[in-house]
């Protein structure tokens, strides 16, 4: 009988989510007069309702419609003006692509090329930085509509339309191990992972939820967007320099974070008296940043997903140990296969990855998305990620190497910033940013000494040193693939 009113619950989770489409969303802004977005320019707060931003949306989608272009990557900070550019090109059936804003134009029209773009958008500001490398080009703030236009119920036909199948979104992965790779997204399936994260974020309506991370990254997009599921208000300050400041003018109640960005906020002491919910994407929230969290009483999140899921799968519960995540009943089937891979088998995961075929048939196979981390499954059913496949070295006598465990031992020692591993010539090689006071002389006594107190295999053969950081991902993740090319 249990098991028949959990399947019962099931098909109905399923009904509720298979009903939600981007235009059936987009018609509940319509009488919303309440705050959508809050966001700063030169110190000052705006506010945007849920209804201005469907009268924007509206116009912007009449814009992408009249042009002759279908693929439009945009390269902007966060901005009201990039939120509606996403639900417009979507709603005029063509397709958006999202790439980092803090790359180089170079490396931007890259990726661009890689998604097949026919159209950037961008900051005005950065109009002149990305002439260089691309023709057709406009600034977003340029394309807004004017919020003095009044719409008719004729201009509002565009959500009554049902029949939308065309729309697509592209996000790049953070290419921390290889090269970035296109995830080409259903835009409708996108939707319904919004619409899933009503069930499982905290937080309510009218809550103010502070997104400092870059909507190209997929955690995010999704917790922007999943925000204008619960009726809440998106926060957009204007970068990390003024973000005390910015706190203190939107005032939130929650705040979506990488270890990187928590890292700095409890430093510059950042956080509003509304604070209630700290949301943590990308990686495990670190020990001694959750024994701070939970000793201000704050409630600590950690959020578990990929790009190629088009969202979050498994999130901690408040105040738990945050390296143990509830998987979400009814939304994704998660498994560990026998090599300790966490693998993932979900209806509205990623269509494949854009133009690379051989990578997608790696990764998927029987509608199962292999994502490459490695984790355990609790008998309590709860996800623990321990690591990455691909900072695994494996040696020729088969014994295996954790990188990132030996990165932070390093890391530790005396004179030592930051330190990584990488393998080559069949030895590991330390990769080393010492203190300033620390030459190669010392350095090199560091590693000797932990050397000795190291079984061969994980003993370091090679130190090279650098004295810039290491190269890292926009949230913080180490690139480890950069430091064997360079």
């Known amino acids: ?281 990308g990686s495990p929230c670190e020990t001694e940043l959750t024994k701070i969290i939970q000793s201000k009483g704050y409630y600590l999140h950690n959020v578990y997903g990929l790009s190629e899921l088009g969202g979050t799968v498994a999130i901690s519960k408040a105040n738990d140990d945050p390296t143990y995540l509830t998987i979400r009943k009814g939304y994704a089937d998660i498994f560990i296969t026998d090599e300790g891979e966490v693998a993932v088998k979900y209806e509205y995961m990623f269509e494949g990855y854009y133009n690379n075929q051989e990578a997608t048939n790696e990764a998927v196979k029987d509608n199962i998305f292999y994502t490459g981390d490695m984790g355990v499954i609790t008998a309590d059913n709860k996800l623990r990620i321990t690591g990455r496949i691909k900072d695994m070295i494996i040696l020729k006598n088969g014994e295996k190497i954790f990188c990132p465990e030996v990165d932070a031992d390093i890391s530790a020692l005396e004179h030592i910033v930051e330190a990584a591993v990488i393998y080559e010539k069949d030895a590991l090689t330390a990769v080393v940013v010492p203190e300033p006071d620390a030459d190669e002389d010392i350095i090199n006594e560091v590693i000797m000494s932990y050397n000795n107190t190291q079984p061969i295999i994980r003993q370091i053969a090679k130190v090279t040193i650098r004295h810039t950081p290491l190269p890292r991902t926009a949230i913080g993740k180490l690139q480890r693939r950069k430091l064997v090319t360079e």
């Open 1 to 281: 009988m249990k098991g028949s009113k959990r399947q019962h619950k099931k098909d109905q989770l399923k009904r509720g989510i298979n009903g939600i489409t981007l235009n059936k969303w987009l018609r509940t802004f319509r009488r919303k007069g309440y705050s959508a977005i809050k966001y700063i320019n030169d110190g000052a707060v705006y506010e945007k309702s849920y209804s201005d931003m469907l009268h924007d949306i509206i116009l912007l989608s009449r814009y992408f419609k009249n042009q002759p272009y279908e693929r439009y990557a945009i390269c902007s900070k966060n901005s009201y003006g990039y939120i509606c550019s996403i639900f417009a090109i979507e709603l005029a059936n063509k397709n958006a692509i999202l790439i980092d804003a803090t790359l180089t134009a170079a490396n931007a029209k890259q990726l661009a090329d890689i998604a097949d773009y026919d159209f950037l958008l961008c900051n005005k500001d950065d109009i002149e930085k990305y002439s260089e490398c691309f023709d057709n080009i406009a600034a977003i703030e340029d394309i807004m509509p004017d919020s003095n236009n009044v719409l008719s119920n004729e201009d509002y036909n565009i959500i009554n339309n049902n029949n939308r199948t065309n729309g697509t979104l592209i996000i790049f992965t953070s290419g921390t191990s290889h090269l970035a790779k296109a995830v080409l997204l259903n835009f409708e399936k996108f939707v319904k992972n919004m619409f899933t994260t009503r069930d499982y974020c905290p937080g309510g309506k009218f809550d103010n939820v502070f997104v400092p991370l870059p909507l190209h990254h997929i955690f995010g997009l999704v917790r922007t967007l999943g925000c204008l599921m619960r009726d809440e208000t998106i926060c957009f300050g204007e970068g990390f320099k003024t973000i005390k400041r910015d706190v203190n003018l939107l005032n939130p109640h929650s705040y979506t974070l990488v270890n990187t960005l928590l890292e700095f906020m409890i430093k510059m002491r950042a956080f509003s008296p509304n604070t209630k919910y700290i949301i943590i994407g």
